[in-house]
């Protein structure tokens, strides 16, 4: 079953320098509140897995707690670059990253396939596509029954994944509404996880057809952290904070703004700062 911790606790026993990460979520319950967390304990060398990397992994970069990242579209959406981002691949500043690019389609698979406990994804794609030529990861194998040529990706396996939800029950079952992508993948591919939630309830109550659940024996810790999708938004709580997207360009565009900003939001601040924008949006 997995344990009920404070959001520190969950970040120290579950996630280690030179991990692979995934933070994912699709435009909504992105875990913000737990990268904050990841940022304040200083993780070091991780290799950051996401099909959508947006803010957080600027900031976690900015903050040079990554190596590399592992990725299939990346940018601020709907405004432009990750300037953190570029600075460290472009400029190695604070430090130099790695890059491994793929389409949306690969990485879904590759997330399937990780928690399937297959060391690889076969799929149809990359058919006339210019990504195998950068990245060698991409490669393919002739199926044994029609001779067809197939592309195939490295499994993503995980030694944390983090992901944010609406609910958790007492037991450490999780539920998720509205907007899913490749959380419950991501959980199921992780030899750890820690999942963040609005609330914690005695039950769920009525749920809509698209649900998704997780037991609680598939994850490692859960923390009530209201607020904690912030800037993303948590459907049937609070919208996205398009404004704060608007300004990040702003803020990540210089070092030293970049820089006090995550000074003065981030590092002296704990996650019951998130409750804020709970309260706000709701």
Same mark, same amino acid.
């Given at each position: ?60 970069? #900015? $903050?040079?707690? &990554? ?9 601020? %959406?709907? @405004?432009?670059?990750?300037? +953190? ?31 399937? #406990? $297959?060391?690889? &994804? ?9 990504? %195998?030529? @950068?990245?060698?990861?991409? +490669? ?31 037991? #450490? ?53 209201? #607020? ?55």
């Amino acid at each position: 079953m997995a344990a009920v911790l404070k959001l520190a606790e969950a970040v120290e026993e579950n996630l280690r320098d030179g991990d692979t990460v995934a933070m994912e979520g699709f435009t909504h319950l992105i875990p913000y509140a737990a990268g904050h967390e990841v940022i304040r304990q200083k993780r070091k060398d991780l290799t950051l897995i996401r099909m959508t990397p947006d803010l957080i992994y600027d900031q976690i970069i #900015g $903050m040079g707690g &990554a190596k590399k990242m592992v990725f299939s579209w990346g940018g601020n %959406p709907g @405004v432009g670059s990750l300037h +953190r981002f570029r600075d460290a691949y472009e400029k190695a500043w604070p430090n130099q990253i790695e890059i491994e690019e793929h389409s949306h389609a690969a990485m879904a698979n590759a997330y399937d396939a990780g928690a399937a #406990g $297959m060391p690889f &994804a076969v799929f149809r794609g990359y058919r006339g596509a210019e990504l %195998p030529r @950068v990245n060698p990861n991409i +490669r393919e194998v002739t199926c044994p029954y029609t001779g067809e040529k197939l592309a195939t990706v490295p499994a993503i396996s995980l030694d944390c994944a983090i992901v944010h939800a609406q609910k958790a029950d007492r037991d #450490g079952n999780v539920l998720f509404e509205g907007i899913v992508g490749v959380q419950k993948e991501a959980v199921l591919s992780a030899k750890r996880s820690i999942v963040t939630v609005e609330e914690i309830v005695d039950d769920f109550g009525p749920r809509s057809p698209n649900a998704v659940m997780l037991p609680g024996w598939t994850i490692s810790a859960v923390v009530k952290v209201p #607020g904690g999708a912030h800037p993303s938004y948590a459907h049937g709580y609070y919208k996205r904070d398009n404004a704060f997207y608007k300004a990040w360009d702003k803020i990540a565009r210089d070092r030293d703004s970049f820089l006090a900003w995550m000074d003065e939001n981030v590092m002296r601040k704990g996650p019951e700062a998130f409750a804020h924008f709970a309260r706000r949006a709701a």
